[in-house]
T-cell receptor, first 116, second 109 residues
Framework: DTGVSQDPRHKITKRGQNVTFRCDPI?????LYWYRQTLGQGPEFLTY????????KSRLLSDRFSAERPKGSFSTLEIQRTEQGDSAMYLC??????????????FGEGSRLTVL | GQQLNQSPQSMFIQEGEDVSMNCTSS?????WLWYKQDPGEGPVLLIA?????ELTSNGRLTAQFGITRKDSFLNISASIPSDVGIYFC?????????FGSGTKLNVKP
């Protein structure tokens, strides 16, 4: 399977713990995105990378959230000192960014976080 | 952020019926995408539209990119039970994809 893969698929943690999610994009895709989705809502943009550079971060991404894409391939999203409000599905997606404002976004299966 | 309004929020239809849903925005987009999401899974891309006025089909699905570039619609013809799910529109601007809140489709066999 050469699609976007995310790990873990499910994570249950206690409030105050740190969690890390990993995303492996489609191999030739240079853009990688993180979204958060809560029940009944569409995906909300968190951040995106072009190769290893993090080009934009949403105001939704508090100081407790950090994302990296060290070699321009896989990416990690870490949440420190988790809160119950962090419970959501975290979606990773990738795109082959050949030109501005064109492209298709392909999603992974998501990582569902439950904070108790 | 840029808001996309999808309607209807949910639909209940009989198997075999045609379905239409749409997405509007106050902002202009250069690319419109339509996705389907099943419970517990990530959204799956159905159709991508790149030009104002463009009409594109993918099997029983047809989508159009509005002339004003501020709207798009998706039609599903002859619905079947596996069409059940949540359909999202997305618009692309400045390398960011913005999503609507979805149309939940229920199909009665």
């Amino acid at each position: 399977d050469t699609g976007v893969s995310q790990d873990p698929r499910h994570k249950i943690t206690k409030r105050g713990q740190n969690v890390t999610f990993r995303c492996d994009p489609i191999s030739e895709h240079n853009r990688l995105y993180w979204y958060r989705q809560t029940l009944g809502q569409g995906p909300e943009f968190l951040t995106y990378f072009q190769n290893e550079a993090q080009l934009e971060k949403s105001r939704l991404l508090s100081d407790r959230f950090s994302a990296e894409r060290p070699k321009g391939s896989f990416s990690t999203l870490e949440i420190q000192r988790t809160e119950q409000g962090d419970s959501a599905m975290y979606l990773c997606a990738s795109s082959l960014g050949l030109a501005e404002n064109t492209g298709e976004l392909f999603f992974g299966e998501g990582s569902r976080l439950t904070v108790l | 952020g840029q808001q996309l309004n999808q309607s209807p929020q949910s639909m209940f239809i009989q198997e075999g019926e045609d379905v239409s849903m749409n997405c509007t925005s106050s902002s202009i987009f250069n690319t419109w995408l339509w996705y389907k999401q099943d419970p517990g899974e990530g959204p799956v891309l159905l159709i991508a539209l790149y030009k104002a006025g463009e009409l594109t089909s993918n099997g029983r699905l047809t989508a159009q990119f509005g002339i004003t570039r501020k709207d798009s619609f998706l039609n599903i013809s002859a619905s079947i039970p596996s069409d059940v799910g949540i359909y999202f529109c997305a618009g692309l601007n400045f390398n960011k994809f913005y999503f609507g809140s979805g149309t939940k489709l229920n199909v009665k066999p």
